[in-house]
């Protein structure tokens, strides 16, 4: 069974500093990652996806992938309490539907 | 443009009582994926349809859970006979390409089921 799992929080930083959120995953024939951020009561959003180890970067997010360790992460400079939600990491394995599995989420408060 | 389109909102039924919720993908989208989700819990994968073919419900439960997609008009879930365990949060995605790499999904609002 394909599992994803994130540490479900919440993590509390203060503004200004560096939040990251963490992700791993069961499946090594994983292809692709995303990281949606849902606020409460609403609908996720997507913020990034990667595919290839290393660093991705997007204004003020960074992904990561380590595809050998399994995991992937997400960095967010600069906290705002605008960020605070709950991020859910997402995998896509390779063969079948492609469909997205997801994590439970790890709710982020930035405060100020 | 507008996104994905989920109705109704919120819903209340009864126990054995029939739920329908429905929502309409993005333009130009033929992909879609219903999801559930639990208070303080992830997105649980249920089904994955293209247009009147369901592809993957390997998530749905067996009994009493049924989805569609429609030539024409909206996907629709429905499950019949609620009972309290099915009270969440149904989520409805689209996307536009089945690329696993660019399928980026494109989430409604959602539809608040509570079964009394």
């Known amino acids: 069974q394909k599992e994803v799992e994130q540490n479900s929080g919440p993590l509390s930083v203060p503004e200004g500093a560096i939040a990251s959120l963490n992700c791993t995953y069961s499946d090594r024939g994983s292809q692709s990652f995303f990281w949606y951020r849902q606020y409460s009561g609403k609908s996720p959003e997507l913020i990034m996806f990667?595919?290839?180890?290393g660093d991705k970067e997007d204004g003020r997010f960074t992904a990561q992938l380590n595809k050998a360790s399994q995991y992937v992460s997400l960095l967010i400079r600069d906290s705002q309490p605008s960020d605070s939600a709950t991020y859910l990491c997402a995998v896509n394995s390779a063969g079948g539907s492609y469909i997205p599995t997801f994590g439970r989420g790890t709710s982020l408060i930035v405060h100020p | 443009n507008a996104g994905v389109m989920q109705n109704p909102r919120h819903l209340v039924r009864r126990r054995g009582q029939e739920a329908r919720l429905r929502c309409s993908p993005m333009k130009g989208h033929s992909h879609v994926y219903w999801y559930r989700q639990l208070p303080e819990e992830g997105l649980k994968f249920m089904v994955y349809l293209q247009k009147e073919n369901i592809i993957d419900e390997s998530g749905m439960p067996k009994e009493r859970f049924s989805a569609e997609f429609p030539k024409e008009g909206p996907s629709i879930l429905r499950i019949q006979q609620v009972v309290r365990g099915d009270s969440a949060a149904y989520f409805c995605?689209?996307?536009?390409?089945?690329?696993?790499?660019?399928?980026?999904?494109?989430f409604g609002e959602g539809s608040r089921l509570t079964v009394l």
């Open positions: 995605a689209s996307s536009l390409q089945r690329d696993p790499n660019t399928g980026e999904l494109f």
């Open positions: 990667i595919y290839s180890n």
